[in-house]
């Protein structure tokens, strides 16, 4: 199985103006234009969702990180991307504007986040979307795969995401999870500045910095941060598929390998190979398949 040199540079495109990779251009406070998408789950949270781009483009779902928002893909939505692809991005349960539940059992049910996805997108009327996932979503997308299969989707694209908690995947960061989580408003808003300086290797504008922080405080310290902190063993630790190495989310760089290191890899000219149990599918990027 091979990938082209083509397409693997399509690929890197879109993780080279992912959140960590570019800070400079427009704002993230700036507003865009964007069709809102009521979400209900099986669980009855209403979910926020956002609808952008070219309506008859290539699907692309983007999934957002630990204490984040959808505000984390702006330098997607308001890039070249949303010319040619149909964008969707969310919040997830906890996050943003979508519910937050108190009760620690809503952040825990691996089939609840699943079907958080899977809601999402048939709200959003998408097809065949490829899943795009950042840090934390890696383990969202695995729920996701676990819960309702690879059928309906078009491909798997991971941005620094791990599949299974393990604190040689989070770094140095790890340590201001606990503090992000205290009652204490002064230990959580200081351990929530220093846990989003961590996440960059070239620091973003005041501005930006200052829209990060406001969305990274709108999670509930203790239901929402603390339970996904300490989440119990999921299904994303046992789920196996096939994704390309893109590179480091920080720079563009090739070095996935070293950010994500999921169970039964393999690895093969500077890709990871993973075997997914049933319909495997394949990361359809511009028209094409990225793997082959």
């Not at 999934?63 to 308001?78: A, T």
């Not at 910095?209 to 999670?219: D, Q, S, Y």
Request: charged fraction near 20%; include cysteine.
């Amino acid at each position: 199985m091979t990938i082209s040199l083509q397409t693997c540079c399509l690929l890197r495109a879109i993780v080279a103006t992912s959140l960590l990779a570019v800070v400079a251009g427009p704002s993230f406070g700036q507003e865009l234009k964007y069709k809102p998408i009521a979400v209900k789950t099986p669980d009855s949270l209403t979910i926020s969702a956002q609808d952008w781009g070219n309506p008859a483009g290539p699907e692309i779902l983007f999934i957002h990180g630990f204490s984040q928002s959808h505000m984390s893909w702006m330098r997607q939505v308001d890039s070249d991307l949303a010319k040619e692809f149909h964008i969707v991005t969310y919040d997830l349960r906890g996050h943003g504007n979508s519910d937050k539940p108190l009760d620690p059992a809503a952040y825990r049910n691996s089939t609840a986040w699943g079907q958080e996805v899977q809601a999402v997108i048939a709200a959003a009327g998408l097809k065949r979307p490829v899943l795009v996932g950042w840090s934390y979503a890696g383990r969202v997308i695995s729920d996701y795969l676990a819960t309702e299969g690879a059928g309906k989707i078009a491909g798997v694209n991971f941005v620094d995401a791990p599949i299974k908690v393990d604190p040689a995947l989070i770094g140095d960061n790890l340590k201001n999870l606990p503090l992000m989580a205290s009652e204490d408003l002064a230990t959580n808003i200081t351990a929530t500045r220093t846990f989003l300086h961590g996440c960059f290797s070239r620091q973003p504008s005041v501005e930006d910095f200052e829209t990060m922080l406001a969305f990274n405080m709108m999670v509930p310290p203790e239901s929402a941060r603390g339970t996904l902190r300490a989440a119990p063993r999921r299904h994303g630790d046992d789920v196996e598929v096939e994704i390309a190495g893109l590179g480091d989310a920080r720079g563009g760089g090739s070095q996935f390998q070293g950010w994500c290191r999921p169970v039964h890899s393999r690895h093969h000219s500077g890709r990871q190979a993973f075997n997914l149990r049933r319909d495997r599918p394949l990361a359809v990027l511009r028209g094409r398949a990225a793997l082959q």
